[in-house]
């Protein structure tokens, strides 16, 4: 079926016609054979052991293209019941065919990105008055209050996007759309989406029938069901009169549907070759529960609440990893788990199976997006086991310890430097000081090292010696930074015997 057929638009945007159905047309970008090519989702998930992975600059692209297709996995494979029945399918190299196809078959009209009563993940008696550019879908585009991030287009000079490019444009704001003024059809503002704000949690294998499989966390249906749970394509279409006034709220819960929310109302208003424009109105907002995204990860506040694991502009994830852990009252997303279970058993049967972690989300600050991004780190097998998540939590103790330990450094240089003068200009002059920042940036570099090796005897020791070569380097290039007058050259005579007292305690703090 090609989904590519004439249409005829009616009363300014409806299509007469059913057109471009997302399960055949190629959309979905994949890496085969060192070149990125477009697929459909019944070839993305019957010829998955084909391409190495999805291949999207987006980092929310990245995140909401896998929650897709896993949630069509989980509905058509109506599991996996076990852990069992994923190593089987990476042992038989793909997965079963014939569930598969015949879900996307009963199900295949509901795909179509353009249809007159079930556009796909859209209301389709949404008016197209007030039209608001497809760019507001994409929060690293310039539109409405979000700030221009990686492209300078405006919403009077918005280029018009083909067919793929707003599918997986609409996806993605569906997936992370932040919370706001709406003022239309009767909502003011509307929530966040349900993973709007938290750090995703994608293990990734060697190809993407095995990242797949790495986030396949085991699936009851039956459990589901009690939660009603279902996509968005298996439930009625939802109608204007469905969200208008805010009316509909679904409970936060059942696994295919929250991968599938309709966090809000859009309607693609076709050009024939493109979109340029959509309807846009309230979708459905969320209402809270103890539900637990198996994507996300959660850490222990203050007060003793679980809180989902957030991304930040100041400082790399990796130095949060331990607040996920256990052992500080965490809680590991569920696919983490899972990869780490699955390459335990894959080891146990004498395969190879090794798995990269790419942590995804975005960073924002109230209803504007900051930054994008996508952090990549070794997962090794054993990751949780109680040896590794102890050396961690020393390791990243350690650093944050020495890190510290540097900021005050800094201020001691300030002060010396420009003798007694108000703390706020002594702190300016510290942060201008390269000694904190190259610190960090070297423990970046060498972080993934250390976490590839965790579980080792030797891991911490590595580590030590990382901390100790990352604040030498640092200390080095503020050494450059100042200058040769009496009181710069006092100021690193006194920071030398200081940076020795640190080092010295490092050593002492990683071998306890």
Do not use: C
């Not at 014939?98 to 079930?118: A, E, V």
């Not at 986030?215 to 069901?225: K, R, S, T």
């Not at 694991?309 to 809680?331: C, H, I, N, V, Y």
Request: proline share 8%; net charge negative.
């Amino acid at each position: 079926m090609s989904g590519v057929g004439f249409s005829l638009r009616k009363n300014g945007g409806e299509s007469l016609e059913p057109k471009f159905n997302l399960l055949f047309e190629p959309w979905i970008p994949v890496l085969e054979n060192g070149r990125v090519v477009e697929v459909g989702i019944r070839e993305a998930l019957l010829e998955a052991p084909r391409f190495l992975r999805l291949e999207t600059p987006s980092p929310l692209e990245e995140a909401a293209l896998h929650r897709l297709l896993l949630a069509v996995l989980h509905r058509a494979l109506k599991g996996p019941r076990r852990p069992e029945d994923v190593l089987d399918w990476w042992q038989e190299g793909h997965f079963p065919e014939k569930p598969i196809t015949d879900y996307l078959d009963r199900y295949q009209d509901r795909f179509f990105l353009f249809h007159p009563k079930t556009p796909f993940l859209q209301v389709a008696d949404l008016p197209e008055e007030k039209p608001l550019p497809w760019s507001k879908l994409l929060p690293e585009r310039s539109s409405g209050n979000n700030p221009t991030l990686f492209d300078h287009t405006t919403e009077e000079s918005v280029p018009k996007a083909t067919y793929p490019q707003s599918a997986r444009a609409l996806l993605v704001h569906q997936t992370f759309a932040l919370g706001g003024l709406l003022r239309r059809h009767g909502v003011a503002s509307a929530k966040d989406a349900p993973v709007a704000r938290s750090a995703l949690f994608l293990p990734t294998g060697g190809n993407l029938l095995e990242t797949l499989l790495l986030n396949l966390v085991p699936y009851d249906p039956a459990a589901e069901a009690a939660e009603e749970d279902a996509p968005i394509w298996e439930i009625p279409p939802l109608r204007l009169g469905d969200l208008e006034g805010g009316k509909a709220k679904w409970p936060l819960s059942g696994r295919t549907r929250v991968y599938t929310w309709p966090s809000r109302g859009v309607r693609l208003l076709d050009e024939g070759d493109g979109v340029r424009l959509m309807g846009y109105g309230p979708g459905v907002e969320p209402l809270g529960s103890p539900y637990r995204d198996p994507m996300v990860a959660q850490r222990l506040d203050a007060k003793g609440n679980l809180l989902a694991l957030r991304l930040s502009t100041e400082r790399s994830f990796w130095r949060d990893f331990t607040a996920m852990l256990p052992r500080q009252g965490g809680k590991v997303a569920a696919t983490v788990e899972q990869a780490d279970h699955l390459q335990g058993e894959l080891e146990d049967e004498g395969l190879e199976g090794r798995a990269t972690l790419r942590v995804l989300g975005q960073v924002s600050d109230q209803a504007k997006v900051l930054d994008l991004r996508r952090e990549v780190y070794p997962l090794p097998p054993g990751l949780l086991s109680a040896g590794a998540e102890g050396n961690l939590e020393k390791a990243l103790k350690a650093a944050e310890e020495l890190g510290q330990g540097l900021q005050r450094l800094a201020l001691q240089v300030a002060r010396a430097v420009l003798g007694e003068r108000q703390r706020e200009e002594l702190g300016t002059f510290a942060r201008s000081l390269p000694l904190e920042p190259l610190y960090w940036h070297a423990l970046d570099g060498a972080f993934p090292g250390f976490l590839a090796r965790v579980g080792e005897k030797a891991a911490l020791e590595l580590w030590q010696e990382a901390l100790k070569r990352a604040a030498r380097e640092a200390w080095g290039a503020t050494r450059l930074f100042l200058g040769t007058e009496a009181r710069h050259l006092k100021a690193l005579a006194e920071g030398e015997r200081a940076l020795g007292s640190l080092l010295k305690a490092v050593a002492e703090e990683v071998k306890a």
